[in-house]
């Protein structure tokens, strides 16, 4: 009987999500979803100077506000925590204990200094940077000595010789690379805490993950711990390596790329369904044309389609998507974009009047300004249209002594003005600009006050 497919999400809580962190996470949720497995969250913050409580709660808001949820994680116990990878130091060094017992693994005693100095070396004879295990043929007298000397040990993977390490990609295909090209790799630091290759592996066996998506970039990494997996007596899971998603710069997406943190597009009034729509199709075909409800995406997800290509984020399909999205969300879901800039009590009427002339939170608290505060100087279009008008235009509306929708159209009217030169100097007058929402509940909305005072500006400037 196989296991149940296993995926997890292990981000490093040192800077804001970006797209790519988040597609990450979405397809892994994804394809355990499809196929009814687990889906498990665990925060990779052994980096004690730059991991930031502040940052894993704003990751867990991200991942909660696209829809995603996991069955183990903070928050959630499917009886394989803890989830916070600074909590495991216990199960790593037990692992690293097996691994010492079983000769995969040597103390190494060589210094930062020693270290690049060989590295070093190596570039200048054009050989692969690795370590050359001069450590790795110590005996007791040898270790002794160095100890004597106060160093300290950090302790490394002892790479068998002579292999090809080779595994199947479910996006790559094939892979595969020279032990020999490798060279043995720190798995426990001289401070004594867990290097990310080895603890990212060692959590991945002892949780039961049986497939991992990530970037690209981590391929390299991917033929280390299979090997320190099969070490410790386990089965390696499966291996996914994501394009890698590029920026307006087709340069690869980072965590200092703040234009593309997901806090920074949530700021800017983008919905969970425009991102998770775009992110559905970046690097992935096999979703059916149209918007998909998040809850519906794991039907639409296959890992057959996972292109090779690195995939562009382009905004204006996130904003095709988000407009998308405005059509199916209530108007409750976008009173935060004009609280505080309307008159109270009128926050849904607002957005309701608002939300087909809207796409982000800027665009509505523009149109608040238009609606309950001051306009700006019209251009030079704006002042042709109202002086086309006329103050005998304006003069009418005035005159009309309401300020409905009805009343005033009939006002306009009787100045002989139809059609464009009626609508164009009335909505100017109201709204500064010649497009936006219909007038009638843009008049409902107004104040009178404030409608009278914008036919005197009108009037003012027609005659300039």
Not at 208 to 233: M, S
Request: aromatic content about 6%; glycine content about 10%.
């Amino acid at each position: 009987m196989t296991s149940p497919l296993a995926s997890r999400f292990a981000p490093s809580p040192t800077g804001s999500l970006h797209l790519g962190n988040l597609r990450t996470a979405l397809y892994a949720w994804l394809v355990a979803r499809r196929a009814g497995g687990r889906f498990v969250l665990r925060i990779e913050d052994t980096d004690r100077m730059r991991s930031d409580e502040a940052k894993i709660a704003e990751l867990i808001e991200d991942l909660t506000w696209l829809g995603l949820d996991w069955d183990g994680g903070p928050g959630q116990d499917d009886g394989t925590g803890p989830y916070r990878q600074s909590e495991r130091a216990a199960s790593h060094e037990a692992a690293f204990g097996k691994l010492l017992a079983g000769g995969h693994a040597y103390p190494c005693y060589c210094t930062e200094e020693e270290l690049e100095a060989e590295r070093q070396s190596a570039l200048r004879q054009k050989r692969p940077p690795r370590y050359s295990g001069r450590c790795a043929v110590l005996d007791a007298a040898g270790r002794a000595a160095r100890e004597a000397e106060g160093r300290r040990a950090s302790l490394r993977f002892r790479l068998p010789p002579g292999q090809r390490l080779a595994w199947d990609d479910l996006v790559r295909g094939p892979q595969s690379f020279r032990s020999d090209d490798l060279g043995d790799f720190v798995i426990r630091r001289a401070d004594g805490s867990a290097a990310f290759l080895s603890s990212n592996a060692i959590d991945d066996a002892a949780m039961g993950i049986t497939l991992v998506l990530r970037g690209e970039d981590h391929v390299a990494n991917t033929p280390r711990q299979r090997v320190l997996i099969e070490a410790l007596g386990a089965t390696p899971p499966q291996y996914a390596h994501l394009p890698l998603l590029v920026g307006p710069q087709h340069a690869p997406l980072s965590k200092r790329d703040g234009a593309m943190s997901v806090r920074s597009l949530r700021e800017r009034g983008y919905l969970p369904g425009a991102v998770a729509n775009l992110l559905l199709r970046l690097g992935h075909s096999g979703a059916e044309d149209g918007y998909h409800e998040v809850a519906a995406m794991p039907a639409q997800f296959d890992l057959k389609a996972l292109g090779h290509a690195p995939a562009h984020v382009d905004e204006l399909q996130l904003n095709h998507w988000q407009h998308e999205a405005l059509l199916r969300c209530e108007d409750a879901a976008l009173v935060d974009w004009v609280r505080g800039k309307t008159p109270a009590g009128l926050e849904l009427a607002t957005v309701a009047t608002l939300r087909k002339n809207i796409l982000l939170k800027a665009d509505a608290e523009r149109w608040c300004g238009r609606l309950y505060g001051s306009l700006e100087d019209p251009d030079a279009e704006a002042r042709s249209v109202l002086a086309a008008a006329g103050p005998a235009f304006f003069d009418a509306l005035l005159a009309a002594g309401a300020c409905d929708y009805d009343a005033l159209v009939t006002a306009a009217k009787g100045t002989g003005a139809k059609g464009k030169g009626l609508f164009q100097p009335l909505r100017l007058a109201l709204t500064g600009t010649l497009e936006g929402p219909e007038l009638r509940p843009v008049l409902a909305l107004m104040p009178p006050e404030l409608i009278r005072t914008r036919f005197e500006r009108a009037r003012a400037l027609s005659t300039v």
